[in-house]
């Protein structure tokens, strides 16, 4: 096992959570198509790097305060620069980050959201104010930072229902703007929009109605780092 606060990217560290997502993909009963990772801190890298080599397996990542180069790049690389998979991946991607984390995480999610959205991939990029780097889990949370960790929850079951539904209604994949998940972009097809169910809909969200992360269309993994 690798240290609680790494200094550095283990790449063989890689192959662990590979093994996690085959074992997800042979439990026929827990998981019936391509698996949905929620990442944490380095776990969006670990996520984009299974992305891109096995596109078919991933459905959907949601990335929290995630990496988007190699940790082990030089600071000016991952300061100028995204890792190259950002540019291959056409994963669906919530991104959700607070203006109080590291200035280099924040340009990075910044420039990857960039990348995902001229591309036409289903990327959206929330920034929490008031909320400090892993805002999601901290003991002296805040009640503002309470909030960012409930409305970041929803946003992904959100964004996870609305591309399990594209999915199952055959709808085309749509991208996500700075208002919610939309398929209005000039020259693009439209996507419709789920309705929310009564009290669910959280405030200056416009994505699809929450459902539980476990459905036929796929299941969820944690890639924690």
């Known amino acids: 096992m690798i240290e609680r606060w790494p200094d550095r990217h283990y790449p063989e560290s890689e192959d662990d959570v590979e093994a996690g997502l085959d074992a997800l993909l042979a439990r026929k009963d827990v998981c019936k198509g391509p698996v949905g990772v929620v990442g944490v801190s380095r776990g969006p890298y ?3 790097r299974l992305a891109a080599r096995r596109p078919r397996d991933i459905a959907a990542i949601v990335s929290y305060y995630g990496h988007f180069h190699n940790p082990n790049a030089p600071e000016p690389q991952q300061l100028f620069s995204i890792a190259p998979e950002v540019s291959r991946i056409t994963t669906p991607m919530p991104m959700l980050i607070s203006d109080a984390d590291f200035e280099l995480r924040r340009i990075v999610n910044g420039r990857a959201y960039y990348a995902l959205y001229e591309r036409g991939v289903a990327a959206e990029l929330q920034m929490y104010p008031m909320a400090r780097c892993a805002f999601d889990f901290r003991r002296d949370a805040t009640p503002e930072k309470k909030i960012a960790t ?20 055959a709808l085309p994949v749509a991208e996500a703007g700075a208002g919610g998940w939309r398929g209005d972009a000039p020259g693009r097809p439209r996507a419709r929009r789920l ?4 009290g669910a809909r959280p405030t200056g969200a416009s994505c699809a109605a ?9 299941c969820a993994a944690d890639a924690r780092a």
Do not use: D, K, T, V
């Open 46 to 48: 670990f996520a984009i």
């Open 150 to 169: 409930r409305h970041a929850r929803q946003r992904a079951r959100a964004a996870r229902a609305a591309h399990e539904a594209r999915r199952r209604r």
């Open 195 to 198: 309705p929310w169910p009564r």
């Open 210 to 218: 929450p459902r539980p992360l476990r459905s036929a269309a796929g």
